[in-house]
């Protein structure tokens, strides 16, 4: 294979994770370097981080699309849209190429993170565990309810964590964005399998959707964000974030919750629930990480 084949095959690899690795967990780490930073930010710290979290979050889910092809494959036949977007579902790469990228990025991943600091390198060790035990035989933490979500939680409170270690330490403000981060996570997580609620009963996956149901799926998500709402209150007075934090953190809450009401009722149309999960929530999310962010900063 030429260079080019491989420079497409690797955008082609990358493009089809992008959105997990990228706003899932290097976002969230990037957020948990900043408030956790007493003096000038280190720009080399800032570049390993990145580079530490994006490849382990890379090396997790192409193992996970190792271990689901043959799902993949099926449901592609069947019009399921994630599988469709999958390299290796689609006969783009060899299962044995793929194996080879999630080396790559697992051992970049965690060169990286050594070079850091250890705890960095443990917190992005721990990382990858719990990210291949999601999707390996016979643990499969991704089929067994609540475990699930908690694992997925984990994960990003492991990279918010790295975030923090390399910035020079664990301070009140990263510790309260850690644990709303866990709440958001648990909660989205159930609110993100409404789009695969379908494929997940045929495969025995123990999502919310399926175990509980989507109604009760939804509210579970809506009591999350009134949840963190009030956390929102507190954080201003307890953790000195400025008067943007409240103010802005409620008012993106509020329109979060509302942007995912009609789910209520309109759970069985894939197509609006794609929309719901994917071009409401996803932003509505990376608005209230810039919002963490932004009240960090003292005026």
């Known amino acids: 294979m030429n260079l080019p084949k491989i420079l497409n095959l690797t955008s082609a690899v990358l493009k089809s994770r992008a959105e997990y690795a990228l706003i ?8 948990g370097f900043v408030i956790s930073s007493a003096g000038p930010l280190s720009i080399s710290q ?18 996970n699309d190792l271990w689901d092809l043959e799902d993949d494959i099926r449901y592609l036949h069947l019009g399921k849209p994630s599988a469709a ?22 051992i970049l991943g965690l060169s990286s993170a050594l070079l850091i600091n ?3 390198f443990l917190a992005q060790l721990g990382f990858l565990m719990i990210g291949y035990a999601y999707s390996i035989e016979p643990i499969k933490l991704k089929k067994r309810f609540i475990v699930k979500y908690i694992t997925l939680a984990s994960g990003a409170v492991l990279s918010i964590f790295t975030g923090g270690f390399a910035s020079g330490g664990v301070t ?8 709303i981060s866990f709440v958001i996570y648990f909660g ?7 789009r695969d609620f379908k494929w997940d009963k045929e495969n025995g996956i123990r999502s919310f959707p399926v175990v509980l149901g989507p109604k009760i799926t939804v509210r579970l998500m809506l009591s999350v964000l009134f949840g963190v709402m009030a956390g929102f ?12 934090f409240p103010v802005l953190g409620l008012i993106i809450l509020a329109g979060w919750s509302y942007s995912i009401y009609p789910l209520f009722y309109r759970y069985e149309d894939e197509s609006f629930v794609k929309k719901v999960v994917v071009k ?12 963490i962010l932004l009240g960090s900063f003292k005026f």
């Open 24 to 31: 899932a967990f290097t976002l969230p780490s990037v957020i």
């Open 188 to 194: 989205l997580g159930s609110l993100n399998d409404l």
């Open 46 to 63: 800032f570049i390993k981080l990145v580079v530490a979290v994006t490849s382990v979050a890379y090396s997790i889910y192409l193992n």
């Open 172 to 179: 009140g403000r990263l510790l309260f964005f850690v644990v």
């Open 118 to 120: 250890i705890q960095a």
């Open 233 to 244: 209150i507190l954080g201003y007075y307890q953790f000195g974030f400025n008067i943007a």
């Open 85 to 106: 977007m999958r390299p290796l579902a689609q006969g783009l790469i060899s299962k044995k190429g793929m194996k080879l990228y999630v080396a790559f990025f697992a």
């Open 280 to 291: 409401r929530t996803y932003p509505f999310w990376m608005m209230l990480l810039l919002t």
